[in-house]
């Protein structure tokens, strides 16, 4: 039995805080996204799995709809088009007292008119007289309404404004700016450890020292170059594969250092033994540290990515914001400004952008977590 | 045929010289133990041989062909490593498989040796096993085993048993004794302890600071070591060493003052009147006596009993005198203990340069 102490209790409750600062707004993004965008607008997410008293105004249909039947001229139809799963509990025909009557009472208009208003949203008007007005009157209902999720919001966002679109251009710009990284630190990273050469330690330094440049500090001049560069080959100086080499170079020092640390914990022992073996560094490096590398490589590749698709500033100033080229986040703050108001459409857009990353984070977090704790425990 | 010729090798580690000037020649088929105490260079030379050190100066041959540029792999050398340095995400098959895949031999030549590697070593059931699920015994074989299958000229052993318990370590030296016999290869064996320097080699080459101490048959060394340090090294328990004063010397003996008495050592030695010198003496050349003729006495503060013999600790100056007794030995801690030293066994040793005088 594992002894319980305050640390313990401290260590536990703290997981538990975490967990739950980081499941719930994420859960409550999910609901809203799902939500009908009419309901998003004046209830909060965690109402919408118990039935809720909304008040709401109908019109009645107008004289076209009436029958003769006997001495009565009735109207009969039904408040809601379209099969709305409310249930009508109490109703009324002014704006003063809107909850006057009970379901299945009979209402009094002004103009000596009689409705009847039923649970399903079913009426009866009744009228001596020959309806007049083309309109029909106002009823005022107080409705039970169950819980109801929809799709139409991702309907919406991915196909008519774009974010589809941006989705897929995101994907083609981290799936590429992940894997050269690490493909190309991979290799320097296992020189950096195993092999000699001059200058060695002080390349390692440089990496390393390049890790505190902030990268707004480079955009710029990399801009020029790529400017320059387009304008000598006549291409565009945005591209696809100038923000994969962008990505790459921005990512290269601290995927480089992460690597380094990870394989200098490989025992040196068992890369002598290859040697001696027979095995050349690229026998060794293909046969013995990348099979044994995996989970660092895996959470290094979570990093990046995560890094590469939560991105902003780099995307912006590398790809134009024409339709085939704009990345998720530009287009979200794009979304941000022109539909501020569409909730619907923002925290739809929001969770369409996060799924990539908790796919890639939940499908890999088991090496994500042996790769972080890689070489505290003895194998 | 593959010998090994050392010759003026040196090497630094930035400016500590750890590999001073450094000669030797291994012979075919022998085992050679380099035995020395931590830091003193005997696995940066193995390294050295095996190839995964730079060489300074001097040079290797292997088979009188010099091999100082050669990478590890065309020295037709294997090794065995303390840490075992098996490749984890590999099956132990292919574990001892790997360097004759590098080679590109053909599949049946692989299965081929690897078997009669693995039956050697007794780990044929083991060969789809991870290393992990293997214990440190048997990681060793495997290690071993990696090493058999390649066919090299010359083995080199880095330490292979330290690692293991002492109950597997001595298990594995005989194992080890059985291998050479059956494989009649050069074996360079590097190790700290003197016991496995001692039973495994029929050759010793007994390193300090990076030079030759003393280099010899297991026995010769015991017997005659020609310097203090050796002297130290070689024996458990080691040798009582017990400061003299050198008095006298004639062709047949020599009168020295330890232990507040005079002793005649029945040997010619050389050195000055009056001048300090170490009287050497092993633990089984005290004898306890009950005769008044005894050189020494003192009291027992320490009684080791092993069962098959007994250490008594005895004190002179609160250094240690380690007396061997029989293992049925009544005596008790406190008791006075009568001694008398096998004075042919013994040795002098001059205590300026440590060097051997008789």
């Known amino acids: 039995m594992k002894k319980i102490t305050f640390t313990s209790v401290l260590s536990q409750l703290l997981l538990l805080f975490f967990v739950v600062a980081w499941i719930v707004p994420t859960f409550g993004l999910f609901i809203s996204s799902l939500r009908d965008k009419d309901v998003l607008a004046i209830s909060g997410w965690w109402t919408s799995f118990t039935t809720t008293e909304i008040n709401e105004i109908y019109r009645t249909e107008g004289k076209d709809a009436q029958i003769k039947d006997g001495n009565y001229y009735f109207i009969k139809s039904n408040l809601f088009d379209g099969g709305q799963e409310k249930e009508i509990f109490r109703f009324g025909v002014t704006s003063k007292n809107i909850d006057e009557y009970e379901v299945g009472e009979t209402a009094l208009f002004k103009d000596q008119t009689e409705i009847t208003v039923f649970e399903n949203g079913d009426y009866v008007w009744k009228s001596k007289e020959e309806f007049k007005k083309k309109k029909g009157k106002r009823i005022f209902v107080s409705a039970k309404s169950p819980p109801s999720f929809t799709l139409d919001n991702y309907k919406e966002v991915l196909l008519k404004e774009g974010l589809g679109q941006a989705f897929l251009n995101t994907l083609a710009v981290a799936l590429p700016a992940t894997l050269i990284p690490l493909i190309i630190c991979s290799y320097f990273a296992y020189a950096l450890t195993w092999m000699k050469f001059y200058g060695r330690d002080i390349l390692l330094a440089t990496i390393i020292a390049s890790l505190v440049v902030p990268l707004q500090m480079c955009l710029i001049p990399v801009l020029t170059i790529y400017n320059d560069f387009g304008a000598l080959f006549g291409v565009s100086a945005k591209s696809f594969p100038g923000i994969w080499m962008a990505h790459t170079g921005f990512g290269l020092a601290s995927t480089t250092f992460l690597l380094w640390n990870f394989l200098k914990t490989l025992p040196s022992e068992m890369i002598e033994a290859a040697r001696v073996d027979g095995a050349t560094h690229y026998d060794t490096f293909i046969k013995i540290v990348v099979p044994l590398s995996i989970p660092s490589f895996a959470s290094i590749f979570i990093l990046q990515f995560l890094w590469v698709w939560n991105d902003l500033l780099v995307g912006l100033v590398f790809l134009d914001k024409h339709p085939s080229e704009i990345i998720l986040t530009a287009k979200l703050k794009e979304l941000l400004g022109s539909r501020g108001e569409n909730w619907e459409i923002l925290t739809t857009g929001a969770f369409v952008s996060m799924t990539v990353p908790l796919f890639i984070f939940f499908s890999l977090q088991r090496y994500f977590i042996r790769g972080l704790v890689a070489g505290s425990i003895k194998g | ?358």
Not at chain 2, 24 to 47: A, E, N, W, Y
């Open chain 2, 1 to 358: 045929m593959s010998s090994i010729n050392i010759k003026s090798l040196n090497k630094y580690y930035g400016k500590t010289h750890v590999i001073k000037d450094f000669s030797l020649d291994i012979k075919d088929q022998s085992f050679t133990t380099l035995v020395g105490p931590s830091g003193c260079g005997k696995s940066t030379l193995l390294r050295m041989i095996a190839g995964l050190e730079e060489i300074n100066s001097g040079t290797i041959s292997i088979d009188d062909r010099e091999v100082n540029d050669l990478s590890p792999k065309d020295r037709n050398i294997a090794m065995v490593f303390q840490s075992y340095a098996l490749y984890p995400h590999m099956t132990v098959f292919d574990n001892m498989a790997f360097g004759l895949k590098l080679e590109k031999r053909s599949k049946e030549e692989i299965n081929e040796r690897v078997l009669e590697a693995a039956k050697t070593l007794q780990i044929q059931d083991y060969l789809e096993r991870k290393p992990k699920q293997l214990s440190g015994g048997q990681r060793q074989r495997v290690a071993i085993g990696r090493a058999i299958t390649r066919k090299p000229q010359v083995f080199l052993f880095d330490e292979p048993l330290s690692n293991l318990d002492a109950a597997l370590r001595v298990q594995m030296r005989i194992e080890l004794a059985k291998l050479h016999e059956q494989l009649n290869t050069t074996m360079v064996y590097v190790t700290h302890d003197q016991t496995e320097a001692m039973t495994l080699s029929n050759e010793i080459v007994v390193l300090d600071q990076g030079e030759i101490s003393q280099q010899g048959d297991p026995i010769e060394l015991y017997n005659k070591p020609s310097n203090l340090f050796v002297a130290g090294f070689i024996g458990s328990p080691k040798m009582n060493f017990i400061p003299a004063q050198y008095k006298s010397s004639s062709s047949e003996s020599t009168e020295v003052d330890a232990l507040g008495t005079n002793l005649i050592l029945p040997k010619k030695t050389t050195s000055q009147s009056d001048e300090k010198v170490t009287f050497g003496i092993r633990p089984e050349d005290i004898h306890i006596t009950a005769e008044s003729d005894h050189d020494w006495e003192s009291k027992a503060f320490v009684v080791e009993k092993l069962g098959s013999n007994t250490f008594i600790y005895l004190e002179h100056d609160n250094e240690p005198v380690v007396v061997e007794a029989p293992g049925d030995s009544p005596v008790k801690v406190g008791d006075t203990i009568k001694v008398k030293f096998d004075l042919d066994r013994s040795n002098l040793f001059n205590s300026q340069n440590t060097n051997i005088i008789g």
